[in-house]
């Protein structure tokens, strides 16, 4: 099963993405090669759209979390399908700024940004920043003073919810490193806090429970309970919370045992809690904004490999390793996560083998998948990773100083290079002497 709608298999038997043979395309660009229908972010962004047009209106803006796949093109096209963007560093606010996107649909995230980032962010007219901690309150109230302005925040509160996924993505319980809690009164205080400063000025708040969850409950109770904190907030402060985020999280397809929602489903189950607090508690309804990221690019990315040498330990297991890995990829040393993978030459052929797929680093650990169901693999075969699309190239470093892999895009079927393959000397470029 090829899991994204992106891909199929031509009459060659070769795999194809966005129409064009993958074949082909490792060809001409080598391998280890990340490849992203475009086609396929763009329907998706405008499912996102549809949706919340459909369940909410016009008071809502989509701001991808940009740390899923950050290049000078997303932003782009993001652009264009009318997103914002969340980012988390003056390294994803600079890329999102050189790549013309308007500073006024993006959002800063961190549980600990620097003075100079938020700075930068201030200078640059942001819509907001989203406020981890009391210090990080007192430090934007500081720079905001002396830059003359006055620093659009929300907060990042902790909802107490468990999102029912791996521990090291789950972010909206107690203990957690990001936001404040609302069980202990701690983003209440807060909020009173905020509303004292002089270059401060309140408009939202936020949550985010974590990432690839399929079960609608926790995002529907995150919603409950944070309008129930803006009532709060209301009736005690006298003052009303404009703005509410919920976050990303949304599931994708890795393999047929994922079964995500559709986007429609998933917007809808936190917008009609939204609006019925709204109801209970006489609130206006809110700006809703979210914040999917991996549901927008994940399934449209894959990656691609050359297999070098297949290692059969008698008893044990066989060894297939290719030209890229945890470098490239470290989602499975990290979380364990699971892949489907296919030989893109031959995309029908049933399975007849179980083998665990090794990068090339010097690492035990660096593994792509263990336990894959493959046709009859040998050295020189091309190996593909399927939804690839987030936290794929984003996370990829220079470990063992191996270049990061380029990213081409297909649109309509036709291919385009839109990050270069790193070179050595780029890899050497920052060695003094
Ligand atoms: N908003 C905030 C505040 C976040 O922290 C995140 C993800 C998102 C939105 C986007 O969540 P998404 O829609 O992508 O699930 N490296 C991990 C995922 C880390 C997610 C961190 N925060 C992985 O590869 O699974």
Known sequence: MLVSDSLSVNSCGHL????????????????????????KIRRTCKEYMSALTKCWGEKFLV????????????????????????????????????????????????????????RFALEAEIREIIVDNAEELELINEIAAELGKVANISFRIKPGVDAHTHDFVKTGQIDSKFGVALENGEAFDFVKSALSYKNIKLCGVHCHIGSQIFDPEPFAHAAELMMEFIAKVKAELDFEVSELN???????????????????????????VVRAQAEKYDLSLPFI???????VVAEAGITVYTVGSVKEIKDIRTYVSVDGGMTDNP????????????????????PTEIVTVAGRNCESGDLLGENIHLPAVKAGDLLAVLSTGAYNYSMA???????RPPVVMVKNGVDKLVVKRETYEDIISNDLI
């Open 16 to 39: 194809t993405i966005g129409g064009a043979d993958v074949v082909t395309l490792a060809k001409k660009y080598g391998t280890p090669l990340y490849i992203m229908d475009e086609d």
């Open 63 to 118: 701001q991808y979390a940009s740390k899923a796949f950050c290049t000078k093109y997303m932003y782009k096209i993001l652009d264009e399908e009318g997103f914002g963007a969340d980012v988390v560093s003056g390294g994803e606010l600079y890329t999102a700024l050189k790549a013309g996107f308007p500073s006024n649909k993006i959002v800063f995230h961190g549980n600990n940004k620097t003075a100079e980032e938020l």
């Open 246 to 272: 919920l976050g990303g999280g949304f599931g994708i397809r890795y393999t047929e045992e994922d079964d995500p929602r559709s986007v429609y489903d998933a917007v809808k189950s936190f917008t009609d």
């Open 289 to 295: 904004s979210i914040e999917p990221g991996r549901s």
């Open 331 to 350: 989602r499975y040393a990290l979380y364990g996560s699971k892949y489907t993978m296919v030989l893109p030459e031959r995309a029908e052929e049933t």
């Open 397 to 403: 470093s220079n470990y063992n100083r191996v270049p």
